[in-house]
């Protein structure tokens, strides 16, 4: 079993930047494809990027539209999201997560197992 913990978040003004990390233990987090999610106040969670194992990257082309990068640091047993030009539709609270094996749909919370307990970025003036 894998633990996640997301750090980074905070409060940032329209186009600023945040790198968001997602830290693991228990497993090597190289085992792992890994995703970022988000929640918006009164939104349901959604699919921001997720990182292959073999370290693809792959976006949610509507929301991050070349802002984002996700990267992996296996050495470091941890996962990145560095979001630059952030909007105030960008607030919300991130949570990173492993996605089961051979299982689901990348962009499919239900397809992810092990979850963080989420960090908080307010995009505001």
């Known amino acids: 079993q894998v633990q996640l913990a997301e750090s980074g978040g905070g409060l940032v003004q329209p186009g600023g930047s945040l790198r968001l990390a997602c830290a693991a233990s228990?497993?090597?987090?190289?085992?792992?494809?890994v995703g970022w999610f988000r929640q918006g106040p009164g939104r349901e969670r959604e699919y921001v990027a997720v990182i292959t194992r073999n370290g693809a990257a792959v976006y949610a082309t509507e929301i991050v539209k070349g802002r984002f990068t996700i990267s992996r640091d296996d050495g470091k047993n941890t996962v990145y999201l560095l979001m630059n030009r952030l909007k105030p539709d960008d607030t919300g609270v991130y949570y990173c997560a492993t996605k089961k094996t051979s299982s689901g749909t990348i962009a499919d919370p239900a397809s992810y197992d092990y979850w963080g307990q989420g960090t908080q970025v307010t995009v505001s003036s």
């Open positions: 228990g497993r090597s987090l190289s085992d792992y494809t």
